[in-house]
């Protein structure tokens, strides 16, 4: 524990901000002091991203203002905020993939050759593996494309962004979700040096227990408003959890009779090279299957060529007793498989269509006479599904943009819902999403199963793999390595298999 | 507190001004013409700016609606115009029926679309760089078959009495091309806000990658959506031709910029900025006035051109100025 500096740097003071007559924020006061890892928690909406879009300049509030170290400002732009030494690793902005590195972690602050135009690229490549070096051990080409790197080295380039600037904040906005346990942890010895070197951290974050380890204050907001901020050491994760949604939660994961049925979906033999070797397993109805591995073990690959996404060069894929096919996600869909993709900005919904378009977009034909939508049909469709998975939005004519991120990732499973499919591939189904959500989802996926529904759950969330599922299928380069039944293993008994160190550990112990 | 609920009114004031820039030009624009050029409110120039201007571009303008729509564009709407009257002509003068005829020129804008479909639906081309070479392809196609660009005259007397019916009929006192465009528009308004087909079309072009994840049929889209804009503007190319009994060849990318400003300028009538033809019709009404307005004002024909461009220009700024607020 670090001694807790008295010192604010960061004091939010009235702050009010509505869109369109809906109020994200009211009266919000709160104070972040220096060299402190702050943590800031709320259910989906509760207006965690909009506090730190205001910080951020990218939103203005409509009342109170900002100080930053003692000043007061009532009007924060990009710019200015930059210029403070406040560096943001935003929930949804994304890196350009057509970048290169170099580009991403220079934009708009290129170093110039002294007394030309051009860009210094030597300095460039230089203080970047400087930074890269002594942060994460790692060196990263300034020349490789944003789109060549996985999620956890995508993160990486934007912390660097940031580092290279020696910032006094940092903010993460969920930085963790789309990470494996393994990459989180060294994201959390990476913010514990950084607050050791004096930088504040703001962090948002839906995992109580990451807050717990991780933060020295946290900050509850509920609805828009500031219920609480205590010292990590006089509070839990259960209050924590108890101030954020006002009630309790109850258990996290629905009791479920696991009875499995007949075989719904056989795969045998599947390969592709260098992605998966040899899979095959069985999916019974009413049977939750999870699936895990490291990046690049192949769970995911597999998944993506379940709905055809991508091929597999040899193997059958058999879905209940119609014949082997080859997939596209036309005919995935048809043979009423569903896929939950990870990357849900770019797959999963359309942000610039309504939610009611995206709840129905993977179900027109149930909505459409004669060629035409029936509007009224597809509009209690879309209520019904808001008020299922309680979507908070203004309305479901309201574009998806204007939802929070958990709430988006509930309309990517409503999508599916509404088609009524049989076989759900559930990927990273509760990213970003919040712990009273989270029940929600499990309650769902648990009727599913029970009307006989086969789903599928990839997850790096080990205990939710574990809670969830019936049984665990563990990817190990490739290869399914190993198969669990999920009530008999521990997640440090999974992590070690998922990481491959079970033999080592077994030696030791 | 009371501040707050006027806030997001004023929102929404913001909101509804920024899709009003659309309706409040034309009006503009009308008025202006009204008092600086005389004949302009005379009945039968509005007339003519309906038949002479409105008609054909709205049909084009209308096809070009759903290329925008799935996130593309059209370059060859006229390379279509010109293939459905290339087909048309050639059938009558060959003696053919003109109920065949009609129909060999659509066929002769579905190639167009067809061929359009396969580039950029099958083998993937950017819509823009995909129409771009149709419309270099049918030049020269169009050249080739009329020995290097020599119009294709009907006869006067040889042709049968029906030909004319399309381009100079009357129903119920109503010029017949102006009554193609009304169905024209209304069967298109309804396909792109109320079908599935219309819907699946917005979404492509929105998010492409999400209707993939959904199952959807993509590239069975994007191919329909080419062929259809082919289609369309076929029937102009079948309405010009029987209207001026003649195929000038590649006379059909006149309609081309117009099509692609009263598209864009439309964006601007809808909530989420998105192409709908109610903006399109509108979009062609603005243009159709003004090109007439400025004619008749006397205005240099040069200058018709600069007059429309600042007019776009201004539809587009002021809608995009009063929505960033
Ligand atoms: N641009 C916008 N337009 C309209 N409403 C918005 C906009 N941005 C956010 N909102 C609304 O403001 C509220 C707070 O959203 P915010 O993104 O801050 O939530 P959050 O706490 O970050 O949630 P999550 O955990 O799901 O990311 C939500 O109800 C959301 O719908
Ligand atoms: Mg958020």
Same mark, same amino acid.
């Given at each position: 524990?670090?001694?807790?500096?008295?010192?604010?740097?960061?004091?939010?003071?009235? *702050?009010?901000?509505? +869109?369109?007559?809906?109020?994200? $924020?009211?009266?919000?006061?709160?104070?972040?002091?220096?060299?402190?890892?702050?943590?800031?928690?709320?259910?989906?909406?509760?207006?965690?991203?909009?506090?730190?879009?205001?910080?951020?300049?990218?939103?203005?509030?409509?009342?109170?203002?900002?100080?930053?170290?003692?000043?007061?400002?009532?009007?924060?732009?990009?710019?200015?905020?930059?210029?403070?030494?406040?560096?943001?690793?935003?929930?949804?902005?994304?890196?350009?993939?057509?970048?290169?590195?170099?580009?991403?972690?220079?934009?708009?602050?290129?170093?110039?050759?002294?007394?030309?135009?051009?860009?210094?690229?030597?300095?460039?490549?230089?203080?970047?593996?400087?930074?890269?070096?002594?942060?994460?051990?790692?060196?990263?080409?300034?020349?490789?494309?944003?789109?060549?790197?996985?999620?956890?080295?995508?993160?990486?380039?934007?912390?660097?962004?940031?580092?290279?600037?020696?910032?006094?904040?940092?903010?993460?906005?969920?930085?963790?979700?789309?990470?494996?346990?393994?990459?989180?942890?060294?994201?959390?010895?990476?913010?514990?040096?950084?607050?050791?070197?004096?930088?504040?951290? $703001?962090?948002?974050?839906?995992?109580?227990?990451?807050?717990?380890?991780?933060?020295?204050?946290?900050?509850?907001?509920?609805?828009?408003?500031?219920?609480?901020?205590?010292?990590?050491?006089?509070?839990?994760?259960?209050? *924590?959890?108890?101030?954020?949604?006002?009630?309790?939660?109850?258990?996290? +994961?629905?009791?479920?009779?696991?009875?499995?049925?007949?075989?719904?979906?056989?795969?045998?033999?599947?390969?592709?090279?260098?992605?998966?070797?040899?899979?095959?397993?069985?999916?019974?109805?009413?049977?939750?299957?999870?699936?895990?591995?490291?990046?690049?073990?192949?769970?995911?690959?597999?998944?993506?060529?379940?709905?055809?996404?991508?091929?597999?060069?040899?193997?059958?894929?058999?879905?209940?007793?119609?014949?082997?096919?080859?997939?596209?996600?036309?005919?995935?869909?048809?043979?009423?498989?569903?896929?939950?993709?990870?990357?849900?900005?770019?797959?999963?919904?359309?942000?610039?269509?309504?939610?009611?378009?995206?709840?129905?977009?993977?179900?027109?034909?149930? +909505?459409?006479?004669?060629?035409?939508?029936?509007?009224?049909?597809?509009?209690?469709?879309?209520?019904?599904?808001?008020?299922?998975?309680?979507?908070?939005?203004?309305?479901?004519?309201?574009?998806?943009?204007?939802?929070?991120?958990?709430?988006?990732?509930?309309?990517?499973?409503?999508?599916?819902?509404?088609?009524?499919?049989?076989?759900?591939? $559930?990927?990273?189904?509760?990213?970003?999403?919040? *712990?009273?959500?989270?029940?929600?989802?499990?309650?769902?996926?648990?009727?599913?199963?029970?009307?006989?529904?086969?789903?599928?759950?990839?997850?790096?969330?080990?205990?939710?793999?574990?809670?969830?599922?019936?049984?665990?299928?563990? +990817?190990?380069?490739?290869?399914?390595?190993?198969?669990?039944?999920?009530?008999?293993?521990?997640?440090?008994?999974?992590?070690?298999?998922?990481?491959?160190?079970?033999?080592?550990?077994?030696?030791?112990? | 507190?009371?501040?707050?609920?006027?806030?997001?009114?004023?929102?929404?004031?913001?909101?509804?001004?920024?899709?009003?820039?659309?309706?409040?030009?034309?009006?503009?624009?009308?008025?202006?013409?009204?008092?600086?050029? !005389?004949?302009?409110?005379?009945?039968?120039?509005?007339?003519?700016?309906?038949?002479?201007?409105? &008609?054909?571009?709205?049909?084009?303008?209308?096809?070009?609606?759903?290329?925008?729509?799935?996130?593309?564009?059209?370059?060859?709407?006229? &390379?279509?115009?010109?293939?459905?009257?290339?087909?048309?002509?050639?059938?009558?003068?060959?003696?053919?029926?003109?109920?065949?005829?009609?129909?060999?020129?659509?066929?002769?804008?579905?190639?167009?679309?067809?061929?359009?479909?396969?580039?950029?639906?099958?083998?993937?081309?950017?819509?823009?760089?995909?129409?771009?070479?149709?419309?270099?392809?049918?030049?020269?196609?169009?050249?080739?078959?009329?020995?290097?660009?020599?119009?294709?005259?009907? !006869?006067?007397?040889?042709?049968?009495?029906?030909?004319?019916?399309?381009?100079?009929?009357?129903?119920?006192?109503? !010029?017949?091309?102006?009554?193609?465009?009304?169905?024209?528009?209304?069967?298109?308004?309804?396909?792109?806000?109320?079908?599935?087909?219309?819907?699946?079309?917005?979404?492509?072009?929105?998010?492409?990658?999400?209707?993939?994840?959904?199952?959807?049929?993509?590239?069975?889209?994007?191919?329909?959506?080419?062929?259809?804009?082919?289609?369309?503007?076929?029937?102009?190319?079948?309405?010009? &031709?029987?209207?001026?009994?003649?195929?000038?060849?590649?006379?059909?990318?006149?309609?081309?910029?117009?099509?692609?400003?009263?598209?864009?300028?439309?964006?601007?009538?809808?909530?989420?900025?998105? !192409?709908?033809?109610?903006?399109?019709?509108?979009?062609?009404?603005?243009?159709?006035?003004?090109?007439?307005?400025?004619?008749?004002?006397?205005?240099?024909?040069?200058?018709?051109?600069?007059?429309?461009?600042?007019?776009?220009?201004?539809?587009?700024?002021?809608?995009?100025?009063?929505?960033?607020?």
């Amino acid at each position: 524990m670090i001694q807790q500096s008295t010192q604010p740097i960061i004091h939010f003071q009235g *702050i009010e901000k509505s +869109f369109g007559g809906a109020k994200a $924020l009211s009266d919000v006061s709160l104070t972040v002091h220096r060299g402190t890892v702050h943590g800031l928690v709320g259910q989906n909406g509760a207006g965690k991203s909009t506090l730190i879009k205001l910080l951020a300049g990218l939103h203005r509030p409509d009342a109170g203002q900002v100080e930053i170290d003692g000043e007061a400002y009532d009007h924060l732009t990009p710019h200015l905020v930059e210029s403070l030494g406040i560096h943001f690793i935003h929930q949804d902005r994304l890196l350009v993939p057509s970048f290169t590195v170099g580009e991403a972690l220079f934009l708009g602050r290129e170093p110039r050759i002294p007394g030309t135009p051009f860009l210094d690229r030597r300095q460039m490549q230089r203080r970047a593996q400087e930074v890269l070096q002594r942060y994460f051990g790692l060196s990263l080409p300034n020349s490789a494309l944003i789109s060549q790197l996985s999620t956890a080295e995508k993160q990486i380039v934007q912390i660097t962004r940031a580092l290279l600037d020696r910032p006094k904040i940092l903010v993460f906005d969920e930085p963790t979700a789309a990470l494996v346990k393994r990459e989180a942890d060294l994201l959390f010895t990476l913010i514990r040096r950084l607050r050791d070197e004096g930088i504040t951290i $703001l962090y948002i974050s839906h995992y109580l227990q990451e807050i717990e380890a991780l933060c020295d204050v946290v900050t509850v907001l509920r609805n828009g408003r500031h219920v609480a901020t205590k010292p990590i050491a006089e509070t839990s994760a259960a209050e *924590i959890a108890g101030l954020m949604v006002n009630r309790d939660i109850g258990d996290l +994961f629905p009791i479920r009779e696991k009875s499995p049925g007949a075989a719904l979906l056989t795969v045998e033999g599947l390969s592709a090279t260098g992605r998966y070797r040899n899979v095959g397993f069985t999916l019974y109805r009413g049977e939750v299957l999870g699936l895990t591995g490291l990046l690049g073990s192949g769970a995911k690959d597999v998944l993506r060529t379940l709905f055809g996404l991508e091929t597999a060069e040899e193997g059958t894929v058999t879905v209940a007793e119609q014949a082997p096919w080859r997939a596209s996600p036309v005919q995935a869909a048809r043979r009423k498989l569903a896929l939950v993709p990870e990357d849900r900005r770019r797959h999963g919904v359309a942000l610039d269509l309504s939610v009611s378009e995206n709840t129905t977009l993977a179900s027109l034909p149930r +909505f459409t006479r004669l060629g035409l939508v029936d509007r009224a049909s597809e509009a209690a469709e879309a209520d019904r599904l808001i008020t299922r998975l309680q979507i908070k939005t203004a309305g479901r004519e309201a574009l998806l943009r204007t939802l929070s991120g958990g709430n988006q990732q509930k309309v990517a499973i409503a999508k599916w819902l509404s088609r009524h499919s049989d076989i759900y591939l $559930l990927d990273e189904p509760t990213v970003g999403v919040d *712990i009273a959500a989270k029940v929600e989802i499990y309650a769902l996926i648990a009727e599913l199963a029970e009307k006989g529904a086969g789903i599928i759950v990839l997850s790096s969330d080990l205990p939710e793999l574990i809670g969830l599922t019936d049984r665990i299928l563990i +990817f190990f380069r490739g290869e399914i390595a190993r198969e669990v039944v999920s009530d008999t293993i521990t997640e440090d008994a999974l992590l070690a298999e998922v990481t491959g160190s079970s033999e080592a550990t077994r030696y030791v112990g | 507190m009371s501040a707050v609920p006027a806030l997001g009114a004023e929102r929404r004031l913001v909101e509804a001004a920024s899709r009003l820039a659309l309706p409040v030009a034309l009006v503009a624009v009308f008025l202006l013409f009204s008092a600086l050029a !005389p004949g302009f409110l005379a009945a039968a120039n509005l007339q003519s700016v309906l038949v002479n201007n409105f &008609t054909l571009l709205s049909i084009v303008a209308v096809a070009m609606t759903f290329a925008v729509s799935a996130g593309g564009i059209d370059l060859s709407v006229g &390379t279509a115009v010109d293939f459905a009257s290339f087909a048309f002509v050639s059938l009558v003068l060959a003696g053919q029926p003109v109920p065949l005829a009609l129909a060999a020129g659509l066929g002769g804008g579905a190639v167009v679309g067809l061929f359009n479909a396969v580039l950029i639906a099958g083998i993937g081309i950017s819509p823009f760089l995909a129409t771009l070479g149709t419309l270099f392809i049918g030049r020269s196609v169009q050249q080739l078959l009329t020995n290097g660009g020599n119009p294709v005259y009907l !006869p006067p007397a040889g042709v049968p009495e029906s030909f004319h019916l399309l381009g100079r009929g009357s129903l119920a006192g109503l !010029p017949v091309p102006l009554l193609i465009a009304a169905l024209v528009i209304a069967l298109a308004a309804v396909i792109l806000a109320r079908s599935r087909f219309g819907r699946v079309v917005t979404a492509v072009g929105i998010e492409a990658e999400v209707v993939r994840y959904s199952g959807l049929p993509l590239k069975a889209h994007l191919a329909a959506t080419y062929v259809l804009v082919a289609l369309i503007a076929a029937v102009a190319g079948l309405v010009l &031709t029987s209207t001026v009994t003649v195929y000038i060849p590649n006379s059909g990318n006149a309609f081309l910029l117009n099509a692609i400003g009263a598209a864009f300028i439309g964006t601007t009538l809808h909530r989420h900025g998105r !192409p709908n033809i109610a903006g399109t019709v509108l979009g062609v009404l603005l243009l159709s006035l003004v090109a007439n307005g400025l004619l008749m004002s006397g205005l240099n024909f040069y200058w018709q051109q600069v007059g429309t461009g600042l007019l776009i220009f201004t539809v587009l700024a002021l809608s995009f100025a009063s929505r960033k607020v």
